[in-house]
């Protein structure tokens, strides 16, 4: 069975300053890992995700994660945070039947 | 992009009657759709899978009888919730993948139930 663990449920940035947001991942399998980005009262937008290309992933809006095997991480980071990327965060697995397991999320804040 | 439509955005109802929610993929056929349940504050939690054509099926824990699912067509998946009740009030999103094996899912925009 596929988990995710998302460590820090809120994560407060300033504007301008490094985001960084944890997930832990758990998989028998090689797996698919999914970052989104969820507004308030909106579905989920895919930021990223990685499916046994390259470690080092880009997404959308200046975000990247890159998978880490040897720690089991799939970290979301972007170099620069605007007001903008205030929103809630999810990560999440790939299990059979193209089944999402989510984490509990991280709501990220951004401060002037 | 893929798009997936989901309607209404936000419905609210009587205890005891039933809401339909649709989603609809707009540009391409959904073999597979997923319907996710979300509390406040909290995760997207899987409730069931409907394939066209076949039965869903469902999650531990979830009623079959009161989340009906229908996939009756290649870009159309309706939930049903059946004598609503104020715990059921959530938020409701729909996902649905081109194709058998392909990764790639897109998200409807979900629905906000509340049940009075």
């Known amino acids: 069975a596929q988990s995710v663990t998302q460590l820090g449920s809120h994560v407060s940035v300033s504007e301008g300053a490094l985001v960084l947001l944890r997930c832990n991942y758990s998989?028998?399998?090689?797996?698919?890992l999914f970052w989104y980005v969820q507004y308030p009262n909106q579905g989920l937008q895919l930021l990223l995700k990685?499916?046994?290309?390259?470690?080092l992933v880009k997404g959308i809006n200046g975000f990247e994660a890159e998978f880490k095997k040897s720690e089991t991480s799939f970290h979301l980071t972007k170099p620069s945070a605007h007001m903008s990327d205030a929103a809630e965060y999810f990560c999440?697995?790939?299990?059979?039947?193209?089944?999402?397991?989510f984490g509990t999320g991280t709501q990220l804040k951004v401060e002037l | 992009g893929a798009v997936v439509s989901q309607h209404p955005s936000r419905v609210i109802c009587k205890s005891g009657t039933s809401v339909k929610i649709e989603c609809r993929s707009l540009?391409?056929?959904?073999?597979?759709m997923f319907w996710y349940r979300q509390f406040p504050k909290q995760s997207l939690m899987l409730m069931a899978t409907?394939?066209?054509?076949?039965?869903?099926?469902?999650e531990q824990g979830v009623e079959k009888d009161k989340f009906l699912i229908n996939h009756a067509s290649l870009t159309l998946s309706t939930l049903t919730v059946t004598s609503a009740h104020p715990e059921d009030s959530s938020f409701y999103i729909c996902?649905?993948?081109?194709?058998?094996?392909?990764?790639?899912?897109?998200f409807g925009s979900g629905t906000q139930l509340s049940v009075l």
């Open positions: 996902s649905a993948s081109h194709r058998a094996g392909e990764e790639k899912l897109f």
């Open positions: 998989s028998s399998v090689p797996p698919y």
């Open positions: 990685y499916t046994s290309a390259a470690t």
């Open positions: 999440a697995v790939m299990g059979g039947g193209n089944k999402l397991t």
């Open positions: 540009d391409f056929q959904a073999t597979t």
């Open positions: 409907s394939n066209e054509g076949s039965k869903a099926t469902y």
